[in-house]
T-cell receptor, first 114, second 112 residues
Framework: AQSVAQPEDQVNVAEGNPLTVKCTYSVSGNPYLFWYVQYPNRGLQFLLKYITGDNLVKGSYGFEAEFNKSQTSFHLKKPSALVSDSALYFCAVRVHSGNTPLVFGKGTRLSVIA | DVKVTQSSRYLVKRTGEKVFLECVQDMDHENMFWYRQDPGLGLRLIYFSYDVKMKEKGDIPEGYSVSREKKERFSLILESASTNQTSMYLC???????????FGPGTRLTVT
């Protein structure tokens, strides 16, 4: 069975500082990994994905994520946080084989303080 | 850009009513999904569909049914709404394979 853990319900960071939102996963097989962001009263917006290849993936709005197979992690990072990055972030996973739906983590609320 | 639309942003229904939530996507995606989102529980999959007239149960199908008569439209039906179905409902679609899912804006349903 596939699962995703986001160990932090809330992350607080000062504007201008680097941010990290953590994600670990469990799948039997090679994973497809995704990050989404949700602003208040909105649907989820796709940020980036890892399918294969380079372990460092760059996405929208200056975000990037690093795939670490040995630690089964896919942490989301940004070098310099903005107040407008404050939102709910979801990590998701799917196995390579088949056409299975994404499995989502419970989400991490990011607050960037001016 | 992919567009996924949902019929209502906010909906208030009474216990026992039959409720229809509609979702339409305009990118010819094979796959469509219905999730509900509740605080502290993240997104939970209700039903999904890989093709017209096909449906698969997700993690929490009880109390729900779905219909997919056309490729672009995926409907979620609450046969007899209950207060524990008060939630945010999110529809998504994807091309399949390695494609990401695209989400609609959500419908916040309140059952009183």
């Amino acid at each position: 069975a596939q699962s995703v853990a986001q160990p932090e319900d809330q992350v607080n960071v000062a504007e201008g500082n680097p941010l990290t939102v953590k994600c670990t996963y469990s799948v039997s097989g090679n994973p497809y990994l995704f990050w989404y962001v949700q602003y208040p009263n909105r649907g989820l917006q796709f940020l980036l994905k890892y399918i294969t290849g380079d372990n460092l993936v760059k996405g929208s709005y200056g975000f990037e994520a690093e795939f670490n197979k040995s630690q089964t992690s896919f942490h989301l990072k940004k070098p310099s946080a903005l107040v407008s990055d404050s939102a709910l972030y979801f990590c998701a996973v799917r196995v390579h084989s088949g056409n299975t739906p994404l499995v989502f983590g419970k989400g991490t609320r990011l607050s960037v303080i001016a | 850009d992919v567009k996924v639309t949902q019929s209502s942003r906010y909906l208030v229904k009474r216990t026992g009513e039959k409720v229809f939530l509609e979702c339409v996507q305009d990118m010819d995606h094979e796959n469509m999904f219905w999730y509900r989102q509740d605080p502290g529980l993240g997104l939970r999959l209700i039903y999904f569909s890989y093709d017209v007239k096909m449906k698969e149960k997700g993690d929490i199908p009880e109390g729900y049914s779905v219909s997919r008569e056309k490729k672009e439209r995926f409907s979620l039906i609450l046969e007899s709404a209950s207060t524990n179905q008060t939630s945010m409902y999110l529809c998504a679609s994807s091309l399949g394979g390695r494609g990401e899912q695209y989400f609609g804006p959500g419908t916040r349903l309140t059952v009183t």
